[in-house]
């Protein structure tokens, strides 16, 4: 079974470029979510989806990201435009419940804003 | 309110050594405990998790973790470290609303 894969692995942009994240699921797999680490700080939770549903964006930062889900498959992250504190790495996870159930994650998208 | 502190960001233990890696939480609600381990370039990876039945959880490679409830704490241990254990790890706690709260994490070097 395929694990949770996230594209591109590694973006560097300069401020005020766009970039969008794509995470790929776990086939089955309802819940999606989207965290966000910055370097040497914790793992934040940005965003949850069931299916193409957004249940949860309380830790969006502002209104320059939009997160997608359309079908209820793969999920995009856009952010436009970059800037530099929106550097970091970002996970997506899946899972098959939601609540207290394993999350899987991918291995992370490293965006570096110049 | 939530959240999770992880003591000590780099940790390092012989092979052979015991790993201790510490987890305190604080939770408004009885909570569910994770540990994760990220290897270098893969994603996180789930080690063991508390879901209110045993106290002491086993997982993989090895590890365990005590939930202790009067401590707050769900420290990980593996008695004896191997080079392999080299890695990042990271505490998780959910309410259980949808979201986790991660610690900082600790990377742990292991000495030949």
């Known amino acids: 079974e395929a694990g949770v894969t996230q594209f591109p692995s590694h973006s560097v942009i300069e401020k005020g470029q766009t970039v969008t994240l794509r995470c790929d699921p776990i086939s089955g797999h309802d819940n999606l979510y989207w965290y966000r680490r910055v370097m040497g700080k914790e793992i934040k939770f940005l965003l949850h989806f069931v299916k193409e549903s957004k249940q949860d964006e309380s830790g969006m930062p502002n209104n320059r990201f939009l997160a997608e889900r359309t079908g209820g498959t793969y999920s995009t992250l856009k952010v436009q435009p970059a800037e530099l504190e929106d550097s970091g790495v970002y996970f997506c996870?899946?899972?098959?419940?939601?609540?207290?159930?394993?999350?899987?994650f991918g291995p992370g998208t490293r965006l570096t804003v110049l | 309110a939530q959240s999770v502190t992880q003591l000590g960001s780099h940790v390092s233990v012989s092979e052979g050594a015991l790993v201790l890696l510490r987890c305190n939480y604080s939770s408004s609600v009885p909570p569910y405990l994770f540990w994760y381990v990220q290897y270098p370039n893969q994603g996180l990876q789930l080690l063991l998790k508390?879901?209110?039945?045993?106290?002491l959880v086993k997982g993989i490679n090895g590890f365990e973790a005590e939930f202790k409830k009067s401590e707050t704490s769900f420290h990980l241990t593996k008695p004896s470290a191997h080079m392999s254990d080299a890695a990042e790890y990271f505490c998780a706690v959910s309410p259980g609303s949808n979201q986790f709260y991660f610690g900082t994490g600790t990377s742990l070097t292991v000495i030949p």
């Open positions: 508390y879901t209110s039945a045993a106290t």
């Open positions: 996870a899946s899972s098959q419940l939601r609540g207290t159930d394993t999350q899987y």
